[in-house]
Nanobody, 122 residues
Framework: QVQLVESGGGLVQAGGSLRLSCAAS????????MGWFRRAPGKEREFVAV????????YYADSVKDRFTISRDNAKNTVALQMNSLKPEDTAVYYC???????????????WGQGTQVTVSS
């Protein structure tokens, strides 16, 4: 079992930045691919970014490419999402997730955090 706890959400103006962090409970964190997803009001959960267990493979959704950066520190069991140039359409609950496969597919992830709210005002 892997427990994930997100932090770092909040309210920010358009054009601003936030850094989300996800802390994992298990020492085998380094064997999992880590993804970030989000769910906006009235919409389904969508993929944002994923990083492979060793950090060698990274993928982003087109909507966040060149604005968001995913990173991980296996020694600290953490994964981060640096979000720059935020837009109102980035408003959502953001979730981190752990899975055995580096994928954009929600169903492939085994463990999920509780989510953290990001609100971008115009």
């Amino acid at each position: 079992q892997v427990q994930l706890v997100e932090s770092g959400g909040g309210l920010v103006q358009a054009g601003g930045s936030l850094r989300l962090s996800c802390a994992a409970s298990r020492h085998t964190f380094g064997t999992y691919a880590m993804g970030w997803f989000r769910r906006a009001p009235g919409k389904e959960r969508e993929f944002v970014a994923v990083i492979s267990w060793g950090g060698g493979s990274i993928y982003y959704a087109d909507s966040v490419k060149d604005r968001f950066t995913i990173s991980r520190d296996n020694a600290k069991n953490t994964v981060a999402l640096q979000m720059n140039s935020l837009k109102p359409e980035d408003t959502a609950v953001y979730y981190c997730a752990a899975g055995r496969v580096t994928t954009t597919q929600t169903m492939e992830y085994d463990y999920w955090g509780q989510g953290t709210q990001v609100t971008v005002s115009s």
